[in-house]
C-alpha cells in the first residue's frame, strides 16, 4: 500500500478543490488534492459551466449589502446568516483573488450579473462547447500554479474512506486505479461536488425516478465525498433540492439538447401541462423551480409545454443559446398547428381538455387575475404571455439536473459540523459538496444563488482558516 503523508489533502480537483489547494500552496502549506479524474483534462461540473460569476444573479462586484439583500430575499429563513454574510462580503474579495492568479473575465450580455464571466465565453454550439473556454481555462489555469507553488495533483485516485482517531479525522482511505492508497494529513478539505449522478442517491432525497432525468453534467457526481462525512457524523442539509433547467424531452436521448438549449423562458411564458392537458405547476417561478417541479412527479417525463407564435419567437429567442433555433436545428420535436386541438392531437393529449386550458388560462392574463388560477400563476418576475396568435406549439419536457443544491452542513469556515453543531477537529468541506446556502424552504421557489461563486468563496474560506491553525504557536 502507497502511505503518503502531508500537511493537507483536498478532495477533488474542481473550482473549490483547486482554490482551496492553490491558497494553501501559496502560503507554504504542502498540499496534495486526489482527483478521480485521470488525467489533466478530467470531466467535472466546473469544466463544462456557462461562467457567469454572481451571487442571486448580483454581480460579484456590488455592494455586499446589496448581495446579501439578494440571497435573503430568495432563501428567506432557510439560510445560516452567517454563511450568507461570508458569501456576500467576501465574493469581491474572492473574484479578485483568482484574476490574480490569471484567470480572466469579461462581460458577456446584457444581463448586469453576467458583468464577471469567465473567459474566453463557452461555444453557441457543440458538444465540446467548453473546451479551451470559461471553465476548462479557470481549471488548467489554477492548476498550473497550484504545481508551480509546490503541490501535487495525484489523478486516478479515489478517495473512500474517512479515517479517524478520536473525533479527529486524520487522513483517508483511497485507491489508485487497483492499488489502495493512505492519505494522513493534518487537515482534509472535501471539495467532490454533489450527488447529482448517484441515481440512489436521488431516488432517496429528489426524485421518485431519477433515470427519467437528463444528467446535465460532467456525470461525476457520485457523492462520495458527502458518504464519508456521513459516516464519520457530519450533519446534512438540504438533501431535496436542486439547480438545472427545463429540457425538451428528446434531451434525454440526444446530446446534442442538452444542456442547452434550455426551455425555460418559453416555459415561464406560456404554460405547462401534464398528459391530462392540465397545468400542474406555477411557470412563473422560474426555471430551476419548474425543473425541481418536474422532477419530483412519478413521471417525470409527463410535461408538455404549450405556447404560441409569439412566444416562440419573443421570449423563444432570449438567452445566448435560444430555443429558437436552436432546439429545431439540433434536432428536437416542436409540434406545430394552427388550431389547437390539433396540436393536442399531435402531442398526444387530450384536446377538449387542453383547449379549457388554454382558455382559462388567457382570459385569467387579460383579467390581471392570474394569480386566482389554479394553480396560481405569479407574474412579479416572469411575464405570462396569452397563447393566442397562430401557429402554436408543443415540446415535451424533462428536467435537465445540473448540481444538488445540498449536502455537508459547515460553519463560515468551512469546518464540517458534526452533532450539537460541533466542528470535526480536522475536516473541512467546500462547494457543492456542501449545504445551508442554496435551495430555500418551501419547494414553491427554489432558490439558486450560484455554484461558481460559492465554491470559490467558502473554498477560501477553509483555506485561511487551515492556514491559520496550522500555522498557530
Known amino acids: 500500500m502507497d502511505v503518503i503523508n502531508t500537511d493537507v489533502a483536498v478532495i477533488g480537483a474542481g473550482i473549490a478543490g483547486m482554490t482551496a489547494a492553490l491558497r494553501l500552496a501559496e502560503q507554504g502549506i504542502a498540499t496534495l488534492v486526489v482527483e478521480k479524474g485521470e488525467h489533466g483534462s478530467y470531466p467535472c461540473n466546473t469544466r463544462m459551466a456557462g461562467g457567469a460569476f454572481h451571487v442571486a444573479h448580483r454581480d460579484v462586484a456590488e455592494d455586499p449589502q446589496v ?17 450568507a454574510e461570508a458569501l456576500a462580503h467576501d465574493v469581491g474579495n474572492a473574484t479578485r483573488w483568482l484574476q490574480q492568479q490569471g484567470v480572466r473575465f469579461i462581460k458577456v450580455g446584457a444581463e448586469p450579473y453576467r458583468r464577471h464571466t469567465l473567459a474566453p465565453p463557452i461555444a453557441t454550439r457543440g458538444r465540446t462547447y467548453w473546451e479551451g473556454r470559461g471553465g476548462d481555462v479557470l481549471l488548467r489555469t489554477l492548476a498550473a500554479r497550484f504545481e508551480a507553488n509546490g503541490g501535487t495533483v495525484l489523478y486516478g485516485t479515489r478517495a473512500e474512506r474517512l ?4 473525533e479527529q479525522c486524520v487522513g483517508f482511505s483511497a485507491r489508485r486505479g487497483c492499488a489502495p492508497v493512505s492519505v494522513s494529513a493534518r487537515a482534509i478539505v472535501i471539495c467532490d461536488g454533489g450527488f447529482h449522478s448517484n441515481l440512489e442517491l436521488l431516488r432517496e432525497h429528489i426524485a421518485p ?4 432525468l437528463r444528467q446535465r453534467n460532467a456525470q461525476t457526481g457520485s457523492g462520495d465525498g458527502l458518504r464519508m462525512a456521513q459516516e464519520v457524523g457530519a450533519q446534512l442539509v438540504g438533501l431535496d433540492r436542486f439547480y ?12 446534442d439538447l442538452s444542456p442547452f438549449p434550455m426551455l425555460d423562458f418559453i416555459c415561464a411564458a406560456g404554460i405547462v401541462v401534464d398528459r391530462s392537458g392540465r397545468r400542474f405547476m406555477d411557470e412563473g417561478l422560474g426555471g ?4 425541481n417541479t418536474i422532477a419530483t412527479r412519478l413521471n417525470p417525463l409527463d410535461a408538455t409545454v404549450i405556447f404560441d407564435a409569439d412566444i416562440w419567437n419573443g421570449p423563444g429567442r432570449e438567452y445566448l443559446i435560444s430555443a429558437n433555433p436552436t432546439l429545431v436545428s439540433n434536432g428536437g420535436t416542436v409540434y406545430t398547428s394552427s388550431d389547437l386541438a390539433d396540436l393536442a392531437q399531435k402531442a398526444g393529449l387530450p384536446a377538449h381538455v387542453l383547449t379549457e386550458t388554454v382558455a382559462q388560462y388567457n382570459a385569467a392574463i387579460e383579467a390581471g387575475s392570474a394569480d386566482e388560477l389554479k394553480p ?3 407574474t412579479d418576475v416572469q411575464q405570462a404571455w396569452p397563447i393566442h396568435t397562430a401557429p402554436f406549439h408543443a415540446v415535451k419536457l424533462c428536467a435537465g439536473i445540473t448540481y444538488t443544491m445540498g449536502g455537508i452542513a459547515t460553519d463560515a469556515a468551512g469546518r464540517v459540523l458534526g452533532s450539537a453543531n460541533r466542528p470535526i477537529a480536522n ?3 467546500a462547494g457543492c459538496t456542501t449545504g445551508g446556502i442554496e435551495g430555500g424552504g418551501a419547494l414553491a421557489k427554489v432558490a439558486y444563488i450560484g455554484g461558481l461563486s460559492r465554491s470559490a468563496v467558502f473554498a477560501l474560506r477553509a483555506a485561511n482558516a487551515i492556514a491559520s491553525s496550522l500555522t498557530a504557536p
Open 67 to 83: 448581495i446579501l439583500d439578494a440571497i435573503i430575499g430568495r432563501v428567506e429563513h432557510s439560510v445560516e446568516r452567517s454563511l
Open 163 to 166: 479515517a479517524m482517531v478520536g
Open 209 to 212: 425516478a431519477p433515470e427519467k
Open 244 to 255: 438545472g433547467h427545463v429540457l425538451a424531452q428528446d434531451a434525454m436521448d440526444n446530446d
Open 288 to 291: 430551476v423551480t419548474m425543473a
Open 376 to 378: 396560481r400563476r405569479s
Open 427 to 429: 475536516l473541512y468541506a
